[in-house]
């Protein structure tokens, strides 16, 4: 069964840095995408950046010199790092980790909050 633990999150000053951190087990496919999605109350949930099993990335233009993807070497363990935190930051995060069969898990969210 695969889980996906999230921690981090938090609430900063704008222009502060927070991380959020995921963990997967009990994945057992070679090739995976981790996202991070946002969700603001009310509105669709967003892709704000990715990474595949290959190591590439993927970054929405609005965190994009912000936020950055770091990995654990040997392991399912993801860290995204954000910087330059800005009011519109604020959200919930999840991550969502897929394989390439179309199946996908998501974590219990973490709520992000920029104050101004």
């Known amino acids: 069964q695969v889980q996906l633990a999230e921690s981090g999150g938090g609430l900063v000053q704008v222009g502060g840095s927070l991380s959020h951190h995921c963990a997967a087990s009990g994945f057992s496919w070679n090739n995976y995408i981790m996202g991070w999605y946002r969700q603001v109350l009310g509105q669709e949930r967003e892709l704000v950046a990715a990474i595949r099993s290959g190591g590439s990335t993927y970054y929405a233009d609005s965190v994009t010199g912000r936020f950055a993807i770091l990995k654990d070497n040997g392991d399912l363990t993801f860290n995204l790092r954000m910087n330059s935190l800005k009011p519109e930051d604020t959200a919930v995060y999840y991550c969502?980790?897929?394989?390439?069969?179309?199946?996908?898990?998501w974590g219990q969210g973490a709520q992000v909050t920029v104050s101004s």
């Open positions: 969502n980790l897929r394989n390439d069969h179309g199946d996908e898990w």
